[in-house]
């Protein structure tokens, strides 16, 4: 079965730093591009940053200029690098990619994981 894991989210105090990981892991054939999105209280999950295989990235305004997406591809894992972080990047950050699994038909997936919870203090 594939499965996606984040981990690292926790408690910072605004203007800190933290590091999102993602790890798929499973029978897997491919993993092409990989997301990160967000979640606050009682509003919609938003896109935050995108890297495809070969590591092009694109990011959401509200980030941009202070997360940085990245991947390793022989680990199959995908990372956030959060800094500068504010009281309203408090969100459940979760983790999606279009992976592939080693099935007859060959066909990709979009994936999700369980979401990591990231609260910034003031």
């Known amino acids: 079965q594939v499965q996606l894991a984040e981990s690292g989210g926790g408690l910072v105090r605004a203007g800190g730093s933290l590091r999102l990981s993602c790890a798929a892991s499973?029978?897997?054939?491919?993993?092409?591009?990989m997301r990160w999105y967000r979640q606050a209280p009682g509003k919609q999950r938003d896109w935050v940053a995108t890297?495809?295989?070969?590591?092009?990235?694109k990011y959401a305004d509200a980030v941009k200029g202070r997360f940085t997406i990245s991947r390793d591809n022989p680990l199959n894992t995908v990372y956030l690098q959060m800094n500068s972080l504010k009281p309203e990047d408090t969100a459940v950050y979760y983790c999606?990619?279009?992976?592939?699994?080693?099935?007859?038909?060959?066909?990709?997936?979009?994936?999700w994981g369980q979401g990591t919870l990231v609260t910034v203090s003031s």
């Open positions: 890297i495809t295989y070969g590591g092009v990235t």
């Open positions: 499973g029978s897997i054939f491919s993993v092409n591009n």
């Open positions: 999606n990619a279009d992976i592939t699994p080693w099935t007859a038909a060959r066909s990709p997936y979009d994936y």
